[in-house]
């Protein structure tokens, strides 16, 4: 019976380790503390460094988030490129045109 209670505990406790472990690696960083990190002109990686990883590539098919914040016709703009980072609730959303910011667009935050 000793045997088997110390497994118990032992095994408690290592669940009890892995949760907080699991918890404090998840950090929240779809925030509007990161949000207003973000500025013109700062790259890509940067961006991810800030919002802990990479966005999810938008496929705008002719049609993207212009500098007034609405959707525009895309054409003649060089090589501009959407991000998001979030979900459905609350997200991140980041223009970047030549490698660099251009805007960005928060929602649920």
Sequence with gaps: MTLHRTLSRLTAVFVLGLSV?????CEETITLDNYQLIENDMDLIAV???LGGPGEPQVASGVGIGASG???KQGGEGDTKDYL?????????V???DGRV??????GL
């Design 21 to 25: 472990l699991l918890v404090a690696g």
């Design 48 to 50: 991810e460094d800030i």
């Design 70 to 72: 609405m959707l525009e």
């Design 85 to 93: 980072w979030g979900d459905t609730t609350e997200g991140i959303l």
């Design 95 to 97: 223009k970047f045109k």
């Design 102 to 107: 251009v805007h960005k667009q928060k929602y």
